[in-house]
């Protein structure tokens, strides 16, 4: 069975900073596209980060652009998400995808998801 474990979230102040990561379960991955998403209370989920198999080619939905970045080791086969400035309205539950054919920002490109991280950022 696939695996993406996703971890890092808690609860930040806003200007503050938090790094998520998603560990894969199978080298198989570092062949693909990884993204993160995330999902408000009430609200769908929503793109945030992708980035190709390489690291080499990055996309970030307008919300994200210049406070987060999404990076890649592919030798510990984990995807990264560092959040910088954080606002309020970053508070979700943030989800870890994997596609092998994927090629940015839309949910149902992804076949692979994780579980999901926390992410409260308080006023």
């Known amino acids: 069975q696939v695996q993406l474990v996703e971890s890092g979230g808690g609860l930040v102040q806003a200007g503050g900073s938090l790094r998520l990561s998603c560990a894969a379960s199978?080298?198989?991955?570092?062949?693909?596209?990884m993204g993160w998403f995330r999902q408000a209370a009430g609200k769908e989920r929503d793109f945030v980060a992708a980035?190709?198999?390489?690291?080499?080619?990055?996309y970030y939905a307008d919300s994200a652009k210049g406070r987060f970045t999404i990076s890649r080791d592919n030798a510990k086969i984990t995807v990264y998400l560092q959040m910088n400035s954080l606002k309020p309205e970053d508070t979700a539950v943030y989800y870890c995808?994997?596609?092998?054919?994927?090629?940015?920002?839309?949910?149902?490109?992804?076949?692979?998801w994780g579980q999901g991280t926390q992410v409260t950022v308080s006023s």
């Open positions: 980035i190709n198999w390489s690291g080499a080619n990055t």
């Open positions: 995808a994997a596609d092998r054919t994927a090629l940015g920002g839309k949910a149902n490109e992804y076949a692979h």
């Open positions: 199978e080298r198989i991955f570092t062949s693909y596209t």
